[in-house]
Structure formats: structure tokens, C-alpha cells
């Protein structure tokens, strides 16, 4: 049977990908450039009984997406940067209280109201340190309108696995672009719905982690009565300041991320084998990136690509191996330098480490990127 | 026969938070009552709060309880009810809470007119963090914050919440107990956006500061200054004169959020 292929967005992807994955809660407030999420699931997800709200404003948004997760509900949120800015306070109640739901940030321009309608890659490091606090961050970086459309289902399927938020970070430029999407048949793509309680109401415990390390989540109006808070709390949901439950709660939201490395990150590698220089790019970005790896190809340069589309955990083992193969390695962002420290970092020195910063809210181009790297080599 | 209160507290949770003299636990009772009154299933009920002393209120009630952040009660209120219609949603909080950082999703809450129960706790303070003046500290009243006199305004959370769109709205005290479950009560029976201010002491963060030699002496404030609204009508400007009206304040039908939108997912699905 032939596929179902339709000409769509990025953010019309995001919002399919959504959909097909069992979104059927969106809570969001417009802003560009991500609003066509908005506008496609307030059209599709009341055909399905699902609702679409708009509230108030961005931090609204996300509180109502955590009420509706608890309800059971499967959440999305889409946002773009200062509205990514007011949902940090609530991005850290999901992680505290560990709801599964997923929020999009279509990256602009900034600090501020910056250039609303320019691309930017400028959250990487707040989508992973901007709410405060200690705690884990699984953040997805997709590069095309499939990829998007694919990366969307994996988020919800990573949000309700690891109960927890997962932040989809585009950019302006991948969510407006047109490309031809190859929409996944029922079944075709796993989907994961979170864990219930398979204890009885009377002996459910909200944060027991006995029995792995990701609690199963009860829903609101099943018969579990619990009590979720954002304070510190032990297994019962119930507010402690001991300070040894508290340590062992802090440290298991974060492990339950980090001991599962291999099952959330994800790259894709590009003429690796042989490359003396690697591009390390995301989003938008590696489109270039992979143009102008193919050019310098062409003039004889060993060169490759590392895309992560798991930015956050960020691929430590990966990149330190590939510093200690390559003699460079390029970051191309629209930013001035955010994911290069971290390249940086887990490089340690091992191989030379550029950047191609860009906040001009216009592409990097291959020429850029090629030019820098004749530059290093 | 004693009212048994126990029976819809989670076993273990008390002894609560709430310094004594506070008018917190008068109004958890009355909102058990009320709850009782209207025999809510406490499975499917949620209470939702956001921060501040009279927020701690859900732990200690036996239901599905969501203690959220800072003002955003009614918001992560407004997702359960959007995304679970079939349950009763409960808002409490105190007036800091709800109508200065929460007060853009309070006023939208009652434009939405969404059925939900939101009981305020006015105290006139934030108690919890050791008494800051709140939106709704008397001007020239005594502050953490303001020693030298409150210079702002207050806001009137009922008309407040009329002006928004709340279809129903009351006003009670702590001193005036009995009457409490009962506005509360009507209120969850009210379909739409119901909001019941219950004026509240504070002897600790309050009370010291202001003069007040005692928590009899605030209690009896509440009595002083509280004129049911049948009563007021009969009454004089002069005589109203820093009166506060109890009762219902105001009723009236409204097309209910989650009904709306239940009509908008007809129209999606071409029914």
C-alpha cells in the first residue's frame, strides 16, 4: 500500500508527529515562530476529543499541561524563546514532581524579544540549566521536517518512559521549512505509554522507586488519591527537608536519565571513518554542515559530521573519542558559542575546537563553514 | 455527636502547619463540611493550591491534591479540568497568591468561567515568609515591607472576580464558621467559576505588627466590620462605612468552559 506523504512544515510535522503519538492535550500561548503547532492541533485534536487550550500566558500554559498530564493526558506545549523563558519555573515542577509531558521551543533570536521572526540556536544551554536546581534534561534536536515528525514521537515516548518533560529544540528555520513527510502508519512506530501502579490505591506510593528506578504515575480520578507538590518529598509525595531523602530523591531524577544513556541518545555520524575534521552541528545548522562536508570531500579534505539529536544528555563518550580520532573539531551555531563548551569540555584539549557563532538571524552558510575550516586545518 | 473531620484527612498528616490562632483550620473544616454537604467522591475530586501557608492546605486533605508553584493554581487547575471534566476541581490559596503573582490565571479563570471552586484565604498578608504586605494589606498598614506604612491600594477580590466574569461569587469570615461550608457549598454546586473569599487572620506576621493585642481582638474585627448583604441593604453609606459585605455577592448563569468547548469538539467532528 502506498505511504500517506504530504507536502508539511516543520511545526505542522511537530504537531503530527504529536498526534500520531497520542498527544491529546496541547496547552500553549501564540508566539512566533512556533504558533503553526498551535493552529494545527486546535484544528485536529478536537476531531479526536482531545483538547486544545490557550491560556493566559506562557507560564499558564504549562501549568495546565501539568494538571492535564496528571489527569493522564498525553501533553504538548509549543513555545519560542522569552516564552521559553517564563516556562522555566514549570519546567522544573515537571522535573521535580516527575510529570511525562513534552514542550517545543522554536528557537528566535534573542536575548529578549530579539528578531521574532530570524532562526536562532541561542537555548541550547538554558533548554538544560535555565530552570534552577539540580536535575536531568532530555532535549531533542531534529533536523527536518521527517526527522521532526519522527523525533516528536520519540520525545512523548521518552517523556512517558522516563516521566519527565522532554524539550524538542528547533529553530525558526526547521520549523517553517516545507519538505515532503512520510507519515508513519498505525503500528509502524513503537509508542510508549507510561507505567501504572500495580499496587492498590491504599499502597501506592507516587515516588517509589523499589522497583526501578522510574516511579509508575497514577492518574487523577482512578481511584488513586496522591499528593504531588514541588517541594522536596519522600516516596509518599509528601513534603520531607530529611536530608537523606532528599539527597537520594535528587540523585535518582537525575540517574534515572544518566544510567539510561544508551536507550535516550541518539546521533547520527556522517563520514566518520576516516574524518580529520568534524563538524558538530544541529538543527538547521547541519544542513550546511553536511553541504559543505560533501564539498570539502570533493577537494580532498577528510571531513565528517557529528549530529546529536539527543543534545541533552549531551554524547560525552562519543565526542571524547571523536577528539581523540580528529585533529579538529568545527561547531557551526546560530549563537555565539553554546554548544561548543561543551564540546570543549569533554574534548579537554585533545583536538583544536572552533566555532562558527552567527546572530545576524540570517543561516550559516557552507562557505562560512568551509572556510573555517581550511582556517584550522 | 463531634463532626467527624477525620474521616477526610489523610491519616498521619496533622498536626497542620498553621500557627496557632490562624484562621486557616476554621476553613479547612468548613470546606470538608462543604465537601460532605455536596458529596463529593474524594476520588475524583482534585484540590489544587499554589504557595504560601494556606496552599498547604491540599496535604492534608484526602483526595488527589496538587500543591503547585507560586500563583499558578488556577492554572494547573484549569488543565485538570479542561483535560478531566467529570471532576470537581478545588482552588485554595491565600490573597498573595491569587491575586498578585496568580493574577493574570486568576482573572482568566473566572472569564473562563470554567466550573471550578476557588476559596481564597485573605489574611492580608504573606504570612508564610514572615509577613510582606500583599495586595490586599489595608494602605497604611504595617509591613515586613512596609514599616513606614503601606503606600498601595488594595484590591477588592470579589469585585475583582465579578468585574473578570466569575459567575458566582461570595464572601465569608473566619470569626463567622457556620457559614462558611455553606458559601462554600453553593459554590461548588454553582456550574461555572465560583469564588469565595474567606477574610482570614494572621496573628503572627499580621496581628503583632498592626496592633492587634491578641487573636480575639483580630477575631473580633471580623465580627465588627462583617454585614451580611440583606442587612447592608437597609443600611446607609455612613453606616456602611468600613463594613465588609458577607454572603452571596453575586449569581448569575453563564455558558460553563469545558461545556463550550465540549460543543466545539461537536462542530470538529461535524456532530
Known amino acids: 500500500m502506498a505511504k500517506k506523504v504530504a507536502l508539511m512544515q516543520g511545526n505542522e510535522a511537530c504537531a503530527q508527529g504529536a498526534l500520531y503519538a497520542g498527544c491529546d492535550f496541547f496547552a500553549g500561548y501564540p508566539i512566533t515562530p512556533s504558533t503553526e503547532v498551535a493552529e494545527v492541533l486546535s484544528i485536529e485534536l478536537p476531531k479526536i476529543g482531545g483538547k486544545f487550550i490557550q491560556m493566559e500566558d506562557e507560564i499558564g500554559a504549562t501549568a495546565a499541561l501539568i494538571g492535564a498530564a496528571l489527569t493522564g493526558a498525553k501533553a504538548l506545549d509549543s513555545t519560542s524563546g522569552p516564552g521559553m523563558s517564563l516556562k522555566q519555573e514549570l519546567l522544573g515542577y515537571a522535573c521535580i514532581a516527575e510529570i511525562p509531558c513534552v514542550i517545543v521551543n522554536v528557537q528566535r533570536g534573542g536575548p529578549s524579544t530579539g528578531m521574532p521572526t530570524g532562526p536562532g540556536q541561542s537555548d541550547m544551554q538554558q533548554a538544560m540549566w535555565g530552570t534552577h536546581g539540580d536535575h536531568a534534561a532530555i532535549v531533542l534536536t531534529p533536523a527536518s521536517c521527517q526527522e521532526i515528525y519522527e523525533e516528536t514521537v520519540r520525545a512523548f515516548n521518552l517523556a512517558e518512559k522516563y516521566r519527565m518533560p522532554v524539550q524538542i529544540q528547533l529553530d525558526e528555520i526547521c520549523a517553517h521549512m516545507r519538505e515532503r513527510v512520510t507519515l508513519a502508519e498505525p503500528g509502524e512506530l513503537e509508542i510508549i505509554n507510561r507505567e501504572k501502579p500495580s499496587v492498590s490505591p491504599a499502597d501506592y506510593k507516587p515516588y517509589d522507586a523499589t522497583k526501578g528506578m522510574v516511579p509508575p504515575l497514577a492518574t487523577y480520578g482512578s481511584g488513586y488519591r496522591f499528593h504531588v507538590t514541588g517541594l522536596n518529598k519522600a516516596a509518599d509525595g509528601f513534603p520531607t527537608t530529611k536530608a537523606e531523602l532528599v539527597d537520594a530523591e535528587e540523585r535518582r531524577q537525575i540517574d534515572k536519565v544518566m544510567f539510561n544513556l544508551a536507550d535516550i541518545q541518539k546521533n547520527e555520524e556522517y563520514l566518520l571513518d576516516d574524518a580529520e575534521v568534524i563538524l558538530f552541528a544541529y538543527g538547521s545548522t547541519s544542513r550546511s554542515a553536511r553541504y559543505a562536508v560533501n564539498e570539502l570531500r570533493k577537494e580532498g579534505v577528510k571531513a565528517g559530521m557529528f549530529r546529536p539529536l539527543t543534545m541533552w544528555p549531551f554524547p560525552d563518550d562519543r565526542v571524547a573519542e571523536l577528539s581523540k580520532q580528529a585533529k579538529a573539531i568545527v561547531c557551526p551555531e546560530m549563537n555565539l558559542g553554546q554548544m561548543v563548551r561543551e564540546v570543549q569540555r569533554v574534548a579537554q584539549g585533545r583536538c583544536t575546537v572552533a566555532h562558527i557563532g552567527r546572530v545576524d538571524g540570517e543561516p550559516i552558510n557552507p562557505g562560512q563553514i568551509i572556510d573555517k575550516v581550511k582556517e584550522v586545518l | ?271
Open chain 2, 1 to 271: 455527636m463531634a463532626y467527624d473531620y477525620e474521616k477526610s484527612i489523610r491519616p498521619g498528616k496533622l498536626p497542620h502547619i498553621w500557627c496557632p490562632g490562624c484562621g486557616h483550620g476554621i476553613i479547612m473544616k468548613g470546606l470538608i463540611r462543604a465537601m460532605d454537604t455536596c458529596n463529593l467522591d474524594r476520588n475524583n475530586t482534585a484540590v489544587v493550591s499554589g504557595i504560601g501557608c494556606a496552599s498547604r492546605l491540599p496535604g492534608y486533605l484526602d483526595a488527589c491534591t496538587l500543591h503547585t508553584a507560586h500563583g499558578r493554581a488556577a492554572a494547573f487547575a484549569t488543565g485538570v479540568k479542561m483535560a478531566k471534566p467529570e471532576m470537581t476541581v478545588l482552588v485554595v490559596g491565600g490573597d498573595g497568591d491569587g491575586t498578585a503573582i496568580g493574577g493574570n490565571h486568576f482573572i482568566h479563570a473566572c472569564r473562563r468561567n470554567i466550573d471550578m471552586t476557588y476559596i481564597i484565604m485573605n489574611n492580608s498578608i504573606y504570612g508564610m515568609t514572615g509577613g510582606q504586605f500583599s495586595p490586599c494589606t489595608p494602605t497604611g498598614a504595617l509591613a515586613s515591607t512596609t514599616v513606614y506604612g503601606n503606600p498601595d491600594p488594595t484590591f477588592d477580590i470579589a469585585k475583582l472576580a465579578i468585574g473578570a466574569g466569575a459567575t458566582f461569587v461570595a464572601r465569608g469570615t473566619a470569626y463567622h464558621a457556620a457559614q462558611i461550608d455553606k458559601l462554600i457549598a453553593e459554590g461548588i454546586q454553582h456550574k461555572g467559576l465560583a469564588v469565595i473569599e474567606i477574610l482570614d487572620d494572621c496573628p503572627t506576621t499580621y496581628g503583632r505588627r498592626n496592633k492587634f493585642r491578641s487573636v480575639i481582638d483580630m477575631m473580633k474585627r471580623l465580627k465588627d466590620i462583617a454585614v451580611p448583604v440583606a442587612a447592608a441593604a437597609k443600611m446607609t453609606p455612613e453606616q456602611l462605612e468600613g463594613k465588609v459585605l458577607t454572603g452571596v455577592l453575586h449569581k448569575e448563569e453563564r455558558p460553563e468552559y469545558t461545556e463550550q468547548y465540549a460543543e466545539v469538539i461537536k462542530r470538529a467532528q461535524g456532530v
